[in-house]
């Protein structure tokens, strides 16, 4: 298991685009990535388990995954967060 911790510095935080962008990244994955905020896990591949964090600008939310390639998709989700979604 892997866990990162990014800080959400674009404007709108978790939004549609944003959060179908991190579901997209994370479904490149066969490891179970999840998304906890404020000790609530949500599943990081569904576009509906994010857009209900209610993230914003300036939160903090760990990215978890566990499983074959763990390491990887940690790494890849944590580069489009702080990437501010290329917005």
Do not use: C, W
Not at 13 to 26: D, I, M, Y
């Amino acid at each position: 298991m892997v866990k990162v911790e990014v800080e959400l510095k674009n404007e709108t935080g978790l939004h549609a685009r944003p959060a179908s962008l991190f579901v997209k990244e994370a479904s490149k994955y066969v490891s179970d990535v999840t998304i906890i905020k404020d000790d609530t896990e949500y599943n990081g591949k569904s576009i509906m388990g994010i857009l209900s964090i209610g993230a914003s600008k300036g939160d903090k939310i760990t990215i978890k995954a566990e499983g074959e390639d763990e390491q990887e998709a940690a790494e890849a989700l944590k580069k489009l967060v702080e990437s501010n979604f290329g917005e």
